[in-house]
Every structure is written in C-alpha cells, then in structure tokens.
C-alpha cells in the first residue's frame, strides 16, 4: 500500500468512525434517561477515531517530506484538537451530546485535505512557522469549542423558554442530563479565556514570524497576507477581549455573552478558515 493510499485510507475509516460515534449519541439521546448516562462506548470510539484523524491530518501535512498546509487542514486540525478537548472535557462535564454536532462535521473535515491539498511551504522547516501554527491551532480549537458550547447553552436557554416543551422527549432528555445553566456559563468562560490567550499568542507569533520570515513586521500592506484576515483577526480579539472584560466589569452573561461569542467566532472564522479558502480556492494562489 502506497503512502497515498494508506492516508486515503486511514482519513475513510476515521470519517466512518465519527458517524458511527454521531449515530450512536443519537440513539442514547432517544434511549431512556438510565442508558443516557451509560456513554462509554461513544467515548471508546472517539479515541481510535481522534487516533486515525491526527495519523491522516499528520500524513497528509508532512507525508512528503516539507509542510503542507491549506484551508482544508487548518479545518482537520481545527476539529480534531475540538474533539480531543471535548473528549478530556467530557470526563468532567457531561457534555458529550456536544458529539452529536462535533462527529458529523469531523467526519467531513477528515476527508477534506484528499480534495484540497494546500501548498508546500518552502519554510516548512522554520521553527517559527511551527510553533506559530500550533498556537494558531490550539487557540482556534479551543474557541470553537466555546462557540458549540454556547450553542448548547442558547439550545437549553431556547428551550427552557418554551411553554410547550415536553420533558423526556427528544433532545430534552440531553438537557436534562446537564449541569445548570449557571455551571455551563462559568465553564463556557474559562473555555473563552484560555482561547483568548491562546488566540493573543497567535496575534504576537504572527507579528513576530512574519518579521523573521519577510524582514519587516506585518502591516496591511503586506503582499503575501492577504489584509482581511489581519483585521478579522484583530476585530476577533477585540471582541473577545470585550466579552472578558464585559463580564469582569458588568457582568455579562446570558443572551449577551452567547451573541458576544457567536460574534466573535464568526470573525476568527472568516480571518482563519475563510482567508485560506480565498486564497486556495478562489484565487488558486496555491
């Protein structure tokens, strides 16, 4: 089996582990509330299937000797970190219904850098590049995750607010089963603010790598970065630095804090993922 073959490979079994991880969430979620709480096979699977996503993203980044890296790998890392965090979290929190939006789109992001395989960058060997990657990675992750958190609080907060909503059924049995809203908001915080420290290294390694790399530091002038993802950048980071100190200040929370967050993933999403996918697929730079 070629290298080429095995990583087409190893990327399908991983995308039908995760299905198979989403169908299982579902039918414990339709189960009776005793079986809602027996989840271990799910977490047993999510395992081998984060195992087989980093073999396959890890192939696939540097299989042919030099980094590659496109929109669709920054996507691949992106969910596997997402799905590590939550599976760790998942230990401490019963959050896993989360695997139910977390599997699906892991599934499709797996097999997405066999479609779209990015550039070879000539600095793959730059320490700098690296480092600033891994960061940029894990401060990502870490906010998508608060961003599907959040979505699980406004889904609660929604259906909390319901008249009609019958107990036990559906997706009110994976309500039930979690922490008060109060417990949800103070953890989707602390997930904010080690993304948002974690997204300030980001902005700080950038500036710092594209000043070793180009000799000059980054400004919007910059040819080779494109100017939208340096201000959606910074606009993410302002509006989750806002949040914080909203919250530190005023007491932000509730509705607020969930729009605050949705807005500033929107953001991070568009300086990220949506600035490479300019650049690949639209501009076929690479």
């Known amino acids: 089996m070629t290298g080429h073959e ?35 096979p799910v977490a047993a699977l999510m395992l081998p299937a984060l195992v087989g ?68 960058a000539a ?21 998508t995750v608060a961003a599907l958190h959040a979505l699980l609080m406004a889904s609660v907060d929604h259906y909390l607010h319901r008249p009609s909503a019958v107990p036990g059924r559906g997706l009110a049995r994976l309500f039930a089963h979690l922490p008060p809203l109060l417990a949800l908001e103070s953890l989707l915080f602390r997930q904010i603010a080690v993304g948002f420290v974690l997204l300030s290294a980001t902005v700080a390694s950038g500036a710092v790598f594209s000043e070793e ?17 340096i201000v959606f950048a910074l606009l993410s980071w302002c509006v989750f630095g806002a949040l914080l100190t909203g919250r530190a200040v005023f007491g932000w929370r509730g509705r607020t804090a969930l729009r605050w967050t949705f807005t500033g993933f929107v953001m991070l999403l568009l300086a990220y993922v949506g600035s490479l996918f300019v650049v690949e697929v639209i501009l076929r730079r690479f």
């Open 213 to 229: 790399l180009f000799g000059r530091p980054l400004g919007l002038e910059h040819s080779l970065v494109p100017p939208h993802k």
């Open 6 to 40: 095995f990583y087409g490979f190893a990327a399908f079994v991983t995308a039908l582990l995760y299905l198979v991880i989403a169908a299982l969430s579902w039918v414990q979620l339709k189960a009776e509330a005793a079986t809602v709480r027996r989840i271990e």
């Open 53 to 120: 996503h980093a073999v396959a993203l890890g192939y696939s980044m540097f299989g042919l000797g030099a980094l590659r890296f496109g929109f669709a790998h920054a996507l691949s890392a992106t969910m596997l970190v997402s799905g590590l965090l939550l599976w760790v979290e998942g230990f401490f929190v019963p959050l896993r219904g989360l695997y139910l939006l977390v599997a699906p789109i892991a599934a499709v992001t797996v097999l997405l850098p066999s479609f779209f395989r990015g550039s070879l």
């Open 123 to 143: 600095e793959g060997s730059s320490l700098a590049l690296r480092v600033h990657l891994c960061v940029a990675i894990l401060s990502y992750s870490m906010l």
